[in-house]
């Protein structure tokens, strides 16, 4: 079974800091890596995902991460916050295939709180 | 283009109740996942439907619990006498098509949040 850890619940910065958010996965196959965003009041949106290639993925809104194999780990970073990047992110992966990969499997999510 | 609706946004019932939960695909998709998210942990996997099929029921719960995509119509996730642990966000996702690999991107609704008192 997959499952997906984010070791911070929430973190609070300020306008200009840099981002770094953790995410560890277990799982024993070959995985699809995403990051999705809530804003407040709004639908989970898709920042971000990898499939195969390049293991540095950049996405919308200046957010890029980073797939290192070695440390199933896909973090998430943006080299300097703005107060609208307030919201809570979700990392989330799935099998690259086979039976039931359709399922995503999330980690429990980051709140992130940008103080102007 | 209008992305993935649910309704209604926040639902409150008392125990016993049933709850009705409504999600409309994004346009030309034919694919819904349904997804509950308990209060403290991450969004869990419950069902995934095609227009008249159920092809994975796995992640819902015995009992009290179905789902439905009607030929015409929304998906409705029905859950029958709540309970106080029924209490969570229930996100429904959708794709416009799944090649039996997982880089189908899903498209996430902005949940319902169902309170049961």
């Known amino acids: 079974a997959q499952s997906v850890s984010q070791h911070n619940h929430h973190v609070i910065l300020s306008e200009a800091a840099s981002l770094e958010l953790g995410c560890n996965y277990s799982?024993?196959?070959?995985?699809?890596l995403f990051w999705y965003v809530q804003y407040p009041g709004q639908h989970l949106q898709l920042l971000l995902k990898?499939?195969?290639?390049?293991?540095l993925v950049k996405g919308i809104k200046g957010f890029e991460a980073e797939f290192i194999k070695s440390k199933f780990s896909f973090n998430l970073r943006k080299p300097s916050v703005q107060w609208s990047d307030t919201a809570e992110y979700f990392c989330?992966?799935?099998?690259?295939?086979?039976?039931?990969?359709?399922?995503?499997?999330f980690g429990k999510g980051t709140k992130l709180s940008v103080i102007p | 283009n209008a992305g993935v609706m649910q309704n209604p946004r926040h639902l409150v019932r008392r125990r016993g109740q049933e709850a009705r939960l409504r999600c409309s695909p994004m346009?030309?998709?034919?694919?819904v996942y349904w997804y509950r998210q308990l209060p403290e942990e991450g969004l869990k996997f419950m069902v995934y439907?095609?227009?008249?099929?159920?092809?994975?029921e796995s992640g819902m719960p015995k009992e009290r619990f179905s789902a439905e995509f009607p030929k015409e119509g929304p998906s409705i996730l029905r859950i029958q006498q709540v309970v106080r642990g029924d209490s969570a966000a229930y996100f429904c996702?959708?794709?416009?098509?799944?090649?039996?690999?997982?880089?189908?991107?899903?498209?996430f609704g902005p949940g319902t949040r169902l309170t049961v008192l």
């Open positions: 996702a959708s794709s416009p098509l799944w090649t039996g690999a997982g880089t189908d991107t899903q498209y």
């Open positions: 799982y024993g196959g070959t995985v699809n």
């Open positions: 990898y499939f195969s290639g390049d293991p």
């Open positions: 989330a992966v799935n099998a690259d295939s086979g039976a039931g990969s359709y399922q995503l499997t």
């Open positions: 346009k030309g998709h034919s694919h």
């Open positions: 439907l095609q227009k008249e099929n159920i092809i994975d």
